[in-house]
Antibody, heavy 116, light 111 residues
Framework: EVQLVESGGGLVRPGGSLRLSCEAS????????MSWVRQAPGKGLEWVSL???????YYADSVKGRFTISRDNSKNMLFLQMNSLRSEDTAVYYC??????????WGQGTLVTVSS | QLVLTQSPSASASLGASVKLTCTLS???????IAWHQQQPEKGPRYLMK???????YKGDGIPDRFSGSSSGAVRYLTISSLQSEDEADYYC?????????FGAGTKLTVL
């Protein structure tokens, strides 16, 4: 059974930083594509960032230059380093496991609130 | 530009069937998509991957009541024998070489 468990969310002031983690089991992070997807309160799903099995990384324009996706193959974990946070980054952040392009596995989400 | 278009809302009666649509932008009619369900106050759940030829591959435990089909640039999710727990938001998702993309979602109300 695949499980993706996010952690690291919380309350942070505008301009601050936060690092999200996603611990995977039953799914090898290094051999698959992985994404972060977020959902602002009352809004739809928004793709944030993607990492290929080969290591290439991609970002939505809204976070480019501020967020960094990475992984630790030895720990089978995915990370999202978020810097220069803005109020509009407030959302539930989901870790997502991708198989042949489609998100097939979702974490339970972690809430990030950016507020002074 | 790759865009997914979904109707904001749909409704159908308990026990009836409903067909939700997701339309791919011009030039992208051969793209596959995935359908996801998000019940109130819950995280998203993968339903199926749907190819342009209508073949689809459902996630583990997804009931036979859920099926997918395709026609040109339109991808469909059909839910038959509607149950109260089917009341949810439904999102389509696609991908390109450097991105993932979600539609805005359809809110399904079961009457």
């Amino acid at each position: 059974e695949v499980q993706l468990v996010e952690s690291g969310g919380g309350l942070v002031r505008p301009g601050g930083s936060l690092r999200l983690s996603c611990e995977a089991s039953g799914f090898t992070v290094s051999r698959n594509y992985m994404s972060w997807v977020r959902q602002a309160p009352g809004k739809g799903l928004e793709w944030v960032s993607l990492i290929y099995s080969g290591g290439a990384t991609y970002y939505a324009d809204s976070v480019k230059g501020r967020f960094t996706i990475s992984r630790d193959n030895s720990k089978n974990m995915l990370f999202l380093q978020m810097n220069s946070l803005r109020s509009e980054d407030t959302a539930v952040y989901y870790c997502a496991g991708i198989v042949t392009g489609a998100v097939q596995f979702w974490g339970q989400g972690t809430l990030v609130t950016v507020s002074s | 530009q790759l865009v997914l278009t979904q109707s904001p809302s749909a409704s159908a009666s308990l026990g009836a069937s409903v067909k939700l649509t997701c339309t791919l932008s011009s030039g992208h009619s051969n793209y596959a998509i995935a359908w996801h369900q998000q019940q109130p106050e819950k995280g998203p759940r993968y339903l199926m991957k749907l190819n342009s030829d209508g073949s689809h591959y459902k996630g583990d435990g997804i009931p036979d009541r859920f099926s997918g089909s395709s026609s040109g640039a339109v991808r469909y999710l059909t839910i038959s024998s509607l149950q109260s727990e089917d009341e949810a938001d439904y999102y389509c998702q696609t991908w390109d070489t450097d991105m993932e993309l979600f539609g805005a979602g359809t809110k399904l109300t079961v009457l």
